[in-house]
């Protein structure tokens, strides 16, 4: 396959769906119950218009940012994904070597299928972690540890996942790591053999930071079981506190959706915080996060570097959150869909598809600098709450009088 003559993430998700396992594929590809707002965070990008300039000298463009201090190539982080190395084989190692070779941070998922351990020696330079605190904390605490060993130079914990939304499309795929060898399952692999292939040449088929690091964790039935009650519901304020007190490196505060929550966050000495609904895979009937991002930036001001997550696909929607006042933005589904089509080389085409979009479309607004971006970018949409009422029909307003 010749990935250079392949248009757009849009073009990878389609060739992605053909080769990942159903179960795989529809993990990424979908949302919590109605997958309203998982369908919202990508739409509602359309709301946001971008001004044309034109006459503009934009020769010399310049992508080049930092996030947390470190230099990045553009301002794309790639999120933290689960399971990763079911969507195609020791799939965290590769995304981390195409990330790292770009010049833009990788972060590790606590629920990748690749450890901590087997992702750091299979790469040339430190990656983020991120964190899910769990019920056992003397685990929690030991996941820290061994991000510290390994050299990742930032912590993302996560706050927004003390419970699972439900994805119904999990339920009915039976969706397992690694997949169950029902004759459904076995039929559907059939039709992957690329993929059956890669997985049977690999030792990653579980999840890596956790089997064999718990324990009496040590098979499928067992890990599930744990996961399921470990991820902790009692989780709030303070359990920033107790993780701060453990890690003194770069900590990023990830699943803020709220001007409140952005408040109490912004006061407690994170690094960063992310913008984020976790993808839409979480509480159903959430506020897009674009929507949210002008309303936080303005809430919480310099005290603390706001980053943008859930709902980019192209570069344009980097530039509409750049313009929104976001320091940086990270990718999670479209470059699992590089991923799943090709490998490395397909997470290669997705960067690539991004940053010619972001280009492209900045020097269209007739900037050159991607540090210089702001709302004189933007057309903004009108409030709906000052939008003028719509005209009320004679009889209706004869019945009110």
Same mark, same amino acid.
């Given at each position: ?9 849009? @073009? ?64 794309? /982080? ?10 195609? &084989? ?12 770009? +010049? ?23 990656? =983020? ?19 510290? #060993?390994?050299?990742?130079?930032? *912590?993302? *914990? ?22 169950? *060898? ?12 690329? =993929?059956?292939? %890669? ?35 009692? *989780? ?29 966050? #912004? ?16 509480? @159903?009937? /959430?506020? #897009? ?9 303005? /809430?919480? +001001? ?6 943008? @997550? ?15 006042? /976001? ?12 991923? +799943? &089509?090709?490998?490395?080389? %397909? ?26 971006? +702001? ?23 004869? &019945?009110?009088?």
């Amino acid at each position: 396959m010749n990935l250079a003559k392949v248009p757009s993430i849009e @073009d990878l998700r389609q060739i992605y769906e053909r080769r990942a396992p159903r179960m795989f594929y529809d993990y990424c590809d979908t949302g919590s119950y109605t997958t309203s707002t998982y369908v919202d965070n990508s739409a509602a990008f359309a709301k946001y218009k971008l001004r044309q300039r034109v006459a503009v000298n934009i020769d010399g463009r310049n992508l080049k940012t930092k996030m947390i201090g470190e230099e990045v190539s553009m301002p794309v /982080a790639f999120a933290p994904i689960g399971s990763g190395g079911m969507q195609y &084989a020791d799939g965290e190692i590769l995304a981390c070597r195409a990330a790292q070779k770009a +010049g833009l941070p990788y972060t590790l998922s606590t629920m990748s299928i690749c450890s901590i351990e087997e992702v750091a020696k299979n790469v040339d330079k430190p990656f =983020w972690f991120q964190l899910y605190v769990m019920r056992d904390r003397a685990f929690s605490k030991r996941l820290v540890e061994r991000a510290k #060993a390994a050299k990742c130079s930032a *912590l993302v *914990l996560t706050l927004d996942l003390q419970i699972l939304g439900q994805r119904h499309k999990d339920v009915k795929n039976g969706l397992s790591s690694p997949p169950k *060898l029902t004759l459904p399952n076995i039929i559907n692999m059939m039709t992957k053999p690329a =993929w059956c292939l %890669g997985m049977l040449g690999t030792k990653n088929r579980q999840f890596g930071n956790i089997v064999g690091h718990v324990k009496d964790v040590g098979d499928i039935a067992s890990l599930s079981e744990w996961t399921n009650h470990q991820f902790d519901q009692t *989780l709030d304020w303070t359990s920033v506190d107790f993780i701060r007190k453990l890690w003194d490196g770069k900590l990023i505060l990830k699943g803020i959706n709220d001007v409140e929550d952005a408040k109490i966050a #912004a006061n407690l000495g994170a690094d960063a915080i992310i913008v984020s609904n976790h993808g839409g895979r979480q509480l @159903d009937g /959430a506020s #897009a996060t674009i929507d949210m991002l002008g309303p936080i930036i303005d /809430a919480v +001001g310099d005290k603390v570097e706001v980053h943008f @997550d859930s709902g980019i696909r192209t570069g344009m929607d980097v530039v509409k959150a750049m313009a929104l006042g /976001a320091k940086g933005t990270y990718i999670g589904r479209a470059y699992i869909y590089g991923l +799943g &089509a090709a490998g490395e080389a %397909g997470v290669t085409r997705a960067i690539e598809i991004i940053r010619n979009e972001l280009d492209t479309t900045m020097a269209l607004c007739g900037e050159t600098d991607i540090t210089k971006l +702001g709302r004189h970018n933007l057309i903004m949409p009108i409030p709906t709450h000052i939008l003028p009422p719509p005209d009320v029909p004679a009889k209706s307003r004869k &019945a009110k009088r």
